[in-house]
């Protein structure tokens, strides 16, 4: 089970911070992934990392803005948003590879566990 929080309202510019909790497994020996979609839009890749989190993998669109980070302890995965821009507001997704050690990858299809999502809208 993956359950995402963190998702507001907010300007411009601003940081934003989610976290995507999950439960019933080997939290660090999956590669997890933050998927995003936006109104009229198909859902699209954002950042992934691996179960140790020595490798990241971030769209072009949110590099050098956006970090990924995991807690395996906690098992928690987080989206650091920093510098929002108008067109990144879209429903958030967190997302699980399949079985442990299956490598980072920003294609949707590839994970198999999902959360219902948190919606990040930023204004003008």
């Known amino acids: 089970q993956l359950v995402e929080s963190g998702g507001e309202l907010v300007q411009a510019g601003g940081s934003l911070r989610l976290s995507c909790a999950t439960s019933?497994?080997?939290?660090?020996?999956?590669?997890m992934g933050w998927f995003r979609q936006a109104p009229g839009k198909e859902r699209e890749f954002v950042a992934a990392?691996?179960?140790?989190?020595?490798?990241?993998s971030y769209a072009d669109s949110v590099k050098g803005r956006f970090t990924i980070s995991r807690d395996n302890a906690k098992n928690t995965v987080n989206l650091q948003m920093n510098s929002l821009k108008l067109e990144d507001t879209a429903v958030y997704y967190c997302?699980?590879?399949?079985?442990?050690?299956?490598?980072?990858?920003?294609?949707?299809?590839?994970?198999?566990?999902w959360g219902q999502g948190t919606q990040v809208t930023v204004s003008s």
């Open positions: 997302a699980s590879r399949k079985r442990p050690g299956l490598a980072v990858t920003g294609v949707a299809k590839e994970y198999a566990y």
């Open positions: 019933g497994r080997t939290f660090s020996a999956y590669a």
């Open positions: 990392i691996s179960g140790s989190g020595g490798t990241l």
